[in-house]
């Protein structure tokens, strides 16, 4: 737990002193409140070494010390930090909240903010939301856009989005002109826009994310904002394609696109929803165009589906007319459903079996004609157990046919059988 996104609060001077060790000092006296500001340097130093239970030790003392205020709660924001970084959640709150009542205007504020995360995570959303109503009456503009963050993860967590609306913009407006944004306002404004801008895809707004990417953007130009744009424009263009391929109920009697148009946008719609991660729909955009009643328009979907496995049709134009392969509509499948990968990766790995199995009978010298036989025989039914196995055998046993002047010589169920 943080008092700043990431990091914990350091709430020492610039140079402290060398650490020690409190288990090494001589016995003494409960220290006075002029050495408890020492005291937290050595905790805080302690604490960045790893050495959280000395620290913790160290904090109590500068508490008991009864300082002045400001480092009473100086000590007291670092134990609660240290005591959260132990695992003791009870005793960090306990710490945190006697901070926060000090109203120390440099200390209340991160006391009030690691508080509010605290319970915030343990699902104590409704004590989480009055202390971050309490941070915003404690600190600047920067700790006023964590507050109203804060609120508005409150409001959504309700299911009121409507309500919460109001703390986003507030929790992503920037200070009015040329002031200066202090860096947790400007950390805060970049993790609320990039929060404000997933809800909103979820929730199909993509113009609205897009917009409130926007805003952190005008801050820093984080990797992750820029996915976000990235796939609010996305939406944008699946939205617009999909009403290119299927337009609206009131338009559909109308004149349609040209089949070039088209065709064009199915590939497109296509290709982006297997991006998004959703083949089936992929697959059926593509058969919607491919069955489409208008023939052109189904040819031009036809012609861009098959770019990337045959020639295009100028391409053999003169060609003499041949039968399709059998393998064409298993390409077309894999292209329609992004499956392409998963298909070669079967023909691989039947090539290494066939090659195995022919590879080991040659490399031994084998010469008996039955050894031989079984090898060959094995290395034929290899493919049989996949989809397209049956149609690797229909093939040999048409140009086989073909070839033996229309007589089948092979018997029924050959290679498996017979």
Known sequence: MTTTSGRPARSGPAETPEATDPEDRPEQDTPSGLDAAALCDQAQDLAENGHLKRSAKLYEQAVAANPR??????????LAVVQDQRGDAAASRAAARRALATGDTRYAPRAAYHLALSLEQDGELGEAERVWERLLDLGGPGYAAVAH??????????????????????????????????RLHAVTVVEASRDLAGRLLERGAPGAAAAAVERGLAVADDPGLRLLRSAAHLEHAIADLGAIVE???????????????????????AGLLALRGEPESAERVWHAGLTDRDP??????????????????????????????????????????SSAPVLAGELFAVVTRMHALLAVPVAEGESRPAELRAAMEQALRTPSELVWGADVHDDFRRRLRAAMGGQDVLPEGWPDQG
């Open 69 to 78: 205020p400001t480092v009473q709660a100086r000590a007291l924001l670092g």
């Open 247 to 269: 337009p609206p109920e009131d338009e559909r009697d109308g004149p349609g696109p040209e089949p070039g148009t088209s065709g064009a946008a199915v590939e497109l719609l």
């Open 296 to 337: 052109e328009t189904a040819e031009a979907v036809r012609r861009r589906l098959r770019r990337a496995i045959a020639p295009s049709p100028e391409e053999t134009e003169g060609a003499q007319e041949a039968a399709e392969p059998w393998w064409e509509r298993y390409l077309e499948q894999a292209v329609a459903t």
């Open 149 to 182: 963050y804060g609120l508005a993860r409150a409001a959504e967590a309700r299911g009121d989005s409507e309500g919460a609306q109001e703390d986003w913009e507030r929790a992503l407006s920037l200070p009015p002109g040329p002031e200066p944004i202090s």
